[in-house]
């Protein structure tokens, strides 16, 4: 103890400890003072004024047009409507594209450990060929080369004349709207419910008590049936119409080509990626835990839902999430297929306003908050799925 | 401990380098303040090439030649602009930006001038921070459709698609221009990249395909079947193209400008690259002066005094260019495009 204070500082680690933080502290402030002060000079050097105003005024319509908007829109309406269109086009995308390639993913994955040869060698030619090409080139096949090659629209492919196949875009039945629809949603959502409780009430019964669960089964089945005939009779489904006079489909949901093809693309490309978290998942699991639950005389779909795949899912879910992140964040390749996504709209806006510093601001921003929210959700579900010690 | 010191060392590495990479931008624009001495000009000069954006997608304005060179009056203009300043039109870096990047790229002196069909507009011209040149083309938005799809004006697009480039005068004035025809439904297809748009327009992915009527023309020629297009009678919009630089800058803004009349001024004495040896004992003062005989106009502007004669040594006068660049390969009239002494819109104030 004494001899440590006849130390000289400069020779005290925890001295130099402190120095160099400050020091870091002080270089990293200084460099943003610099970038600011620089932007601030060459602001003024081109007499330009720094300020989100436009977005919301009212005097300075957008006067551009957007192609794919899920609420109305004009040309006359302000520029934070034409962002909205903007970052719900992208939102679309974002959640729609993370359920399906979810599911693909999965899928693929399973397919990879599958005892099935022929099943294995597909899944891995997919992850193989997809995983290993950029996603814009990916993107411009889908584009070039699948939806704008379907047929002109006089001539549309027709499926179960109600989804209507043209390279203007693809038409499918949706529902309508109306007050029926939304009731049959909502018996929906209640039949799921119930069918999610009496699911765990059955695999309980036969894990615990060793029972057929018979009755049971036979309950989520009348629910299934009820369900099937609600989505196929009660939604009111609206079927697009083709009008060969006027050349155009009226009716029902129209996925543009440049949604279609950015859906696809991005499903496609991340599906492939998650396929291969959800093996390396599976595979993680120690092989006696197979082993194990099938000596306890499960069968092979329950070992799979009970035993492994929650131990698998612990492994799985923080890379799933940065492919999640990255899904959001390739949507802003939107942009080169002509899908109008909020950097895309952000752009134009750019590019009319020369507002190019606030605009990269508010697409910074926008980016960021979409992917702290999923961050997020991920994290949650992460903490839910762990181990509980205690 | 020792781990944490490094950590703290690589951190500072990181940061002294993204300072490094951040300073790259205010080098080339920290310099101009807008008198002559710190202007664009000198950087320029110093620098001995030129930086032109440029399209490099549009035929007749910018496109690769058999040559496998930039050819095209958006690139010739160029061209006597680096012929004035260095006597030498191959000192030129030609930087194709897109229709989106380009002011992007004045403002932040990645581009010494933006020769790239640029519409001048008042918003440009003020809220965008650009300063224009003379317009060396002058040009109407059109709209092209192909011949079989019985499209014969404006209103028949009710309903249908209409592939248009982002970030263009052209996208606002399609929205205008429906609005005005009472088209309330019709579906904008936009691409930001030329290449990308026709080839979705020629595989049907609209009925029609809208843009400067010069362009439309040119880009037409390029389509594998040019016969079953046409250009509908309509000229929505007055489109005067022309070289753009930052706002701020007179001293660089005033080179551009004048090098630009030069080419006009030039073919209003009749000088061309051919006879140009012809005129060096001239004795209309006009001319001496202009050519830099007489007087040293140059020299005010910081520019050689025989600047002129350069310009039309190694590019040529307007016409020559017109000629070579549009005239020729699409047999486009020059109709607005002429001198004023023939009817048209060109019109240089006097060299003196």
């Known amino acids: 103890m004494t001899n440590e204070e006849k130390i000289p500082f400069w020779r005290d680690d925890r001295f130099w400890k402190v120095v160099i933080q400050v020091i870091v502290v002080a270089i990293v402030v200084a460099v943003f003072i610099f970038l600011g002060s620089n932007l601030v000079r060459n602001f003024q050097r081109l007499r330009l004024n720094f300020g989100f105003g436009f977005l919301v005024d009212r005097d300075r319509p957008a006067s551009f047009q957007i192609g794919d908007s899920p609420i109305p829109y004009s040309a006359t309406d302000p520029y934070s409507r034409a962002i909205l269109v903007g970052l719900l086009n992208s939102l679309r995308v ?152 006027a050349n155009s489909l009226e009716g029902g949901l129209n996925l543009s080509p440049e949604l279609a093809t950015l859906l696809v693309g991005l499903t496609i490309y991340t599906a492939a990626f998650i396929a291969e978290v959800v093996r390396a998942g599976i595979q993680s699991v120690d092989r006696g835990q197979w082993e194990a639950a099938r000596a306890l005389g499960l069968k092979s779909g329950l070992v799979m839902r009970l035993v492994i795949f929650p131990q698998a899912l612990r492994v799985m879910i923080p890379p799933l999430t940065s492919e999640f992140l990255n899904l959001a964040k390739n949507s802003s390749l939107a942009v080169a297929i002509g899908y109008s996504d909020v950097y895309a709209v952000s752009n134009t806006i750019s590019n009319q306003t020369g507002k190019a510093v606030e605009m990269l601001l508010v697409v910074m921003i926008t980016y960021l908050s979409f992917n702290l929210i999923i961050a997020s959700l991920m994290n949650w579900f992460n903490r839910s799925v762990q181990l509980k010690e205690r | 401990m020792k781990k944490g010191r490094f950590s703290s060392a690589t951190l500072l590495l990181s940061f002294v380098l993204s300072a490094c990479t951040g300073g790259e931008n205010p080098t080339g624009t920290s310099t101009v303040q807008g008198d002559a001495s710190g202007s664009r000009l000198e950087v320029v000069k110093g620098r001995g090439t030129l930086i032109c954006g440029i399209n490099g997608d549009v035929p007749g304005f910018s496109f690769v030649n058999e040559q496998g060179e930039y050819s095209g009056i958006d690139v010739d203009l160029c061209r006597a602009i680096a012929a004035a300043l260095f006597d030498d039109p191959s000192k030129i870096e030609f930087r194709p930006v897109s229709a989106q990047e380009r002011f992007t790229a004045v403002q932040a002196g990645e581009v010494d001038v933006l020769s790239r069909n640029t519409t001048w507009t008042l918003n440009r011209d003020t809220a965008v921070g650009m300063e224009f040149g003379p317009t060396i083309f002058y040009d109407g938005q059109g709209m092209m459709t192909a011949k079989a799809s019985g499209i014969t004006q404006l209103k028949n697009l009710e309903g249908k698609s209409v592939c248009v480039l982002a970030g263009t005068t052209t996208e606002q004035n399609l929205a205008d221009r429906m609005r005005k025809e009472g088209v309330k439904n019709y579906n904008p297809v ?15 992915r609209c009925e029609a395909v809208t843009s ?128 004023w002494t023939n009817g048209g819109l060109l019109y240089s104030p006097p060299f003196r």
């Open chain 2, 190 to 204: 936009v691409s930001d990249n030329d290449d990308a748009l026709y080839a979705a327009y020629e595989q049907g």
């Open chain 1, 94 to 245: 974002m959640v729609s594209g993370i359920v399906l390639a979810t599911i693909v993913g999965i899928t693929v994955g399973i397919g990879r450990l599958s005892d099935n040869w022929l099943v294995r060698q597909i899944a891995t030619v997919y992850v193989e060929t997809i995983r290993n090409t950029p996603l814009l080139l990916q993107l411009f096949f889908w584009y070039f080369a699948v939806f704008l090659r379907l047929p002109k629209i006089d001539n549309p492919v027709i499926f179960l004349n109600s989804i209507f196949l043209t390279n203007r875009g693809i038409y499918l039945p949706f529902p309508a709207g109306s007050l029926q629809t939304w009731l049959s949603l909502g018996f929906l959502v209640l039949s799921g419910v119930l069918a999610a409780i009496l699911w765990r009430r059955q695999t309980q019964v036969i894990v615990r008590g060793g029972a057929s669960g018979r009755t049971l089964q036979m309950g989520l089945l009348g629910i299934a049936i009820a369900a099937i005939l609600t989505i196929i009779f009660g939604l009111d489904w609206q079927q697009p119409q083709l009008d060969r006079a």
């Open chain 2, 212 to 339: 400067d009527r010069s362009k439309l023309v040119a880009r037409q020629s390029i389509l594998s079947k040019p016969d079953e297009h046409v250009l509908l009678d309509v000229v929505m919009s007055k489109e005067p193209l022309g070289p753009v630089v930052a706002n701020g800058d007179s001293a660089w803004y005033d080179a551009v400008k004048w090098i630009t009349y030069t080419l006009i001024q030039a073919e209003e004495f009749g000088i061309t690259s051919q006879n140009l040896s012809t005129f060096e004992n001239s004795q209309d003062p006009n001319i001496r002066r202009f050519l830099g005989l007489d007087e040293k106009l140059g020299e005010d502007m910081e520019l050689p005094n025989d600047f002129a004669s350069r310009i039309i040594k190694h590019v040529g006068n307007y016409g020559e260019i017109y000629d070579r660049n549009i005239g020729k390969p699409f047999a486009l009239e020059r109709d607005l495009n002429n001198l």
